[in-house]
């Protein structure tokens, strides 16, 4: 068959799932969805695969609440699949995934003539599922979108063929000899950026907090430094292997968010697959940095470990403990670098911390909050707020700030202080300038302008820059005025 007897009206278009409707793995979509609703999920799933792949895609469809409106579609293919229906031809969704998945699915898009998925002792995959589209379309009868191992071409030949993308003119088809023409779609190849980006390396911000003990004690020696630095990296590493289990247990919530859905997991710019497996290499990596520095920063990081994997299952779902956990983690930053360098965390510091880290993480629920208000949304989405919720975490996040300020103040007329400076009184010059800008941060998330994190905002704010520099210039002065 040569493309010029390609004919909607004569052969059926069969469309795959995975790597082709959706930029994404139904099997892993479910598995995530399953992890984010209950936290044993693993463990139910590595029993189910004991008894085959058909039972574990069965059970994890069960289990899972997926929402075929969430999916990340390749608007390509679903414009050939629309165009290919204007010229009179058919079209059927034959997947690997469970029957109950690609039924979900179809209805959802309402394109679709057939619709075939694995069950019934049938799994719809590899040579199964070449051997089911000609003993069900004939040999002749189809062309495909998707992975078949039958005769491959190029995916835009389809396009050609019947004249849907002009554009392409230029496609060549290649056969292997095949009797009919299967057309191969592949997955878009994701960039070097989107990794990154799904490392989230502006949070690495937070990390700075190890170099704080350094900084208090005023004990700047290259010693100090490196073993800081190797917390900084070890805290990075396990910090990113965390943030890439959020966005794969998040998949649901940040796809109906209005900046979130652009993550690299939610958009489909990387594979769930790649994701799956970064978690445990970035853990071990941060882990082994760790050890290099002391087993006491290896315990504390797999203590965060431990926690970051609670609220990603469970904790971030529980109304203020979600904030108390945040300023908790936001502080462990802090004992890593006490830990790394022997250098002990004061009373003062931590308390500080503590309050500081609440205020933000308020401020990071006070924005989703006015973020929800916004899209008239009643519950904020995997979170245990309401939008009436607003005025009360509003009120945690100014007066855990303004706490902060004063622990703060007290510091700076304490005799530690005394000792580490030799005039003290620029540190209130200090409070002054955090007192401005916790207050204007309030104030513009009440307004709507907030990031979904303040230290990011922060990151990009040539206030707080400004703010930074000013801290900076104090402290400075206070040490050797």
Not at 155 to 161: E, F, K, L, P, S
Not at 241 to 269: E, I, Q
Not at 339 to 361: K, M, N, R, Y
Request: a positive charge.
């Amino acid at each position: 068959m040569t493309i010029a007897n390609w004919n909607p009206a004569k052969i059926t278009l069969v469309v795959d799932l995975d790597d082709a409707l959706i930029r994404s793995d139904s099997l892993l979509e479910t598995f995530w969805s399953a992890c984010s609703a209950r936290w044993y999920t693993p463990l139910v799933a590595a029993s189910a695969l004991m008894r085959g792949p058909l039972a574990l895609k069965q059970r994890l469809a069960e289990m899972s609440n997926l929402d075929p409106a969430s999916l990340p579609y390749d608007e390509e293919v679903l414009g050939i699949i629309r165009r290919w229906r204007e010229h009179g031809g058919r079209i059927a969704l034959v997947t690997a995934a469970i029957q109950a998945t690609a039924d979900q699915v179809a209805a959802h898009l309402g394109l679709f003539d057939e619709v075939h998925g694995s069950g019934n002792g049938v799994n719809l995959k590899g040579s199964d599922k070449d051997r089911f589209l000609r003993e069900t379309f004939g040999a002749a009868g189809y062309t495909c979108i998707g992975d078949t191992t039958a005769g491959l071409s190029s995916w835009t030949a389809t396009a050609q063929a019947v004249s849907l993308d002009p554009g392409q003119a230029a496609a060549r088809a290649r056969f292997d000899g095949a009797e009919q023409p299967a057309v191969h779609r592949a997955a878009a190849t994701a960039k070097t950026r989107d990794y990154l980006r799904a490392l989230r390396p502006h949070q690495w911000l937070k990390n700075l907090l190890v170099f704080v003990p350094m900084l208090a004690a005023h004990q700047l020696t290259l010693p100090m430094m490196l073993q800081s630095l190797l917390a900084f990296v070890a805290f990075s590493l396990v910090a990113s292997s965390t943030y890439v289990l959020n966005d794969l247990l998040d998949l649901a919530a940040d796809r109906a968010h209005p900046r979130k859905r652009r993550r690299p997991f939610a958009s489909g710019a990387v594979k769930i697959s790649h994701g799956t497996w970064m978690v445990p290499v970035l853990g071990l990596l941060g882990g082994a940095v760790a050890l290099m520095s002391s087993p006491a920063l290896f315990a504390l990081l797999l203590g965060y470990s431990v926690l970051t994997t609670l609220y990603s299952l469970w904790l971030k779902r529980m109304v203020v403990i979600d904030i108390c956990l945040l300023a908790v983690l936001y502080t462990m930053r802090i004992l890593a670098g006490s830990v790394a360098t022997g250098i002990p965390a004061s009373v003062w510091l931590l308390a500080f911390s503590t309050f500081f880290f609440f205020s933000l993480a308020s401020i990071k629920r006070q924005a989703e909050l006015v973020d929800g208000i916004a899209s008239e949304t009643v519950q904020a989405r995997g979170r245990g707020y309401r939008t009436d919720d607003l005025p009360i975490v509003s009120n945690m996040a100014v007066s855990s700030g303004l706490v902060s300020v004063l622990v703060l103040a007290l510091y700076a007329n304490s005799e530690p202080v005394r000792l580490l400076y030799n005039t003290y009184e620029f540190l209130w010059g200090v409070c002054l300038v955090l007192l401005f800008w916790n207050s204007r941060i309030a104030i513009l998330t009440h307004r709507g302008q907030m990031h979904d994190d303040p230290l990011v905002f922060a990151a990009y704010d040539r206030v707080s820059y400004g703010c930074a520099a000013v801290i900076a210039a104090l402290a400075l002065a206070g040490t050797w005025w």
